[in-house]
Structure formats: C-alpha cells, structure tokens
C-alpha cells in the first residue's frame, strides 16, 4: 500500500510577473486587501514581497539554504593518520576508535580524503563451491 505524499514536497513559488503585478497594483494605490482578492494570493504573501522589495529592490524569489554544517572531524592531519593505521577496518569500526562520532561522519570524512570504503565480503562459501562445481 502507497501512501500520498505529495503534500511533503516544497512549495513552487509565485512567479515573477504575479509579483510584479502585485506591486505595481500596490504602488498604484489599491489596497492590500484587494490586491490578495484579486490575485488570489494571501495578505501576508503581499506585505513579504513590499517588504523584500523595500529592503533589495527585487522581487526574485530568494532561495533558502540550509547553513553549512561543520564537520565533526576537526583534526584532519590525525583522521588521516588513524585511517591509514586502521585501514583494515570498516567505517563503524573506525566510529568506534576515533570516538562519539557516527558512521556517516566518518564517510563524509573518508570522501573528502578521497578514500575508498572497504566493501563488505559479499561471496559465501556456499556459493563458491557452486561455481566451481559448474566448471
């Protein structure tokens, strides 16, 4: 069973001209109210985009970022230096010996190094005897 889940995706916004027209209706006199009727857009919606053309002097939409997340690893030069005596381990082992840090901390770190992670041993013995029984 699938659930609906287009409720969760980002809203689209407002195109240029809609703003535009807003504020030139805005500008021309006619009150907010109005303008939100006639348009079909929110009260709030309008006075935002008065307020964000007063303070840039454009009505572009601004993108919302998310800020840069800081990485746990602060120490880079001794990161390096515990990879490459524990290149043995996996990323959980090596969350483990450098400590309160997560695997997807140490991925990311791993990444930025330009390190491989080491793949986990997908064959059994089981099924290298079927393949060698075959040939």
Same mark, same amino acid.
């Given at each position: 069973?699938?659930?609906?889940?287009?409720?969760?995706?980002?809203?689209?916004?407002?195109?240029?001209?809609?703003?535009?027209?807003?504020?030139?209706?805005?500008?021309?006199?006619?009150?907010?109210?109005?303008?939100?009727?006639?348009?079909?857009?929110?009260?709030?919606?309008?006075?935002? #985009?008065?307020?964000?053309?007063?303070?840039?002097?454009?009505?572009?939409?601004?993108?919302?970022?998310?800020?840069?997340?800081?990485?746990?690893?602060?120490? #880079?030069?001794?990161?390096?230096?515990?990879?490459?005596?524990?290149?043995?381990? !996996?990323?959980?082992?090596?969350?483990?010996? #450098?400590?309160?840090?997560?695997?997807?901390?140490?991925?990311?770190?791993?990444?930025?190094?330009?390190?491989?992670?080491?793949?986990?041993? !997908?064959?059994?013995?089981?099924?290298?005897?079927?393949?060698?029984?075959?040939?």
């Amino acid at each position: 069973m699938r659930y609906d889940t287009s409720f969760l995706e980002m809203a689209i916004a407002y195109s240029q001209d809609l703003r535009v027209r807003a504020l030139d209706l805005v500008k021309g006199g006619m009150s907010i109210s109005r303008v939100s009727r006639i348009l079909q857009i929110s009260r709030p919606t309008v006075y935002r #985009w008065i307020e964000q053309f007063e303070k840039t002097g454009s009505t572009v939409p601004c993108k919302v970022l998310p800020p840069p997340q800081e990485s746990k690893i602060q120490d #880079w030069e001794k990161f390096k230096k515990v990879v490459d005596n524990n290149g043995d381990k !996996t990323q959980k082992e090596l969350a483990e010996v #450098w400590g309160d840090i997560s695997q997807q901390s140490i991925s990311r770190g791993l990444k930025k190094l330009g390190y491989t992670r080491k793949k986990k041993l !997908t064959a059994t013995k089981s099924g290298v005897k079927n393949r060698e029984l075959r040939f």
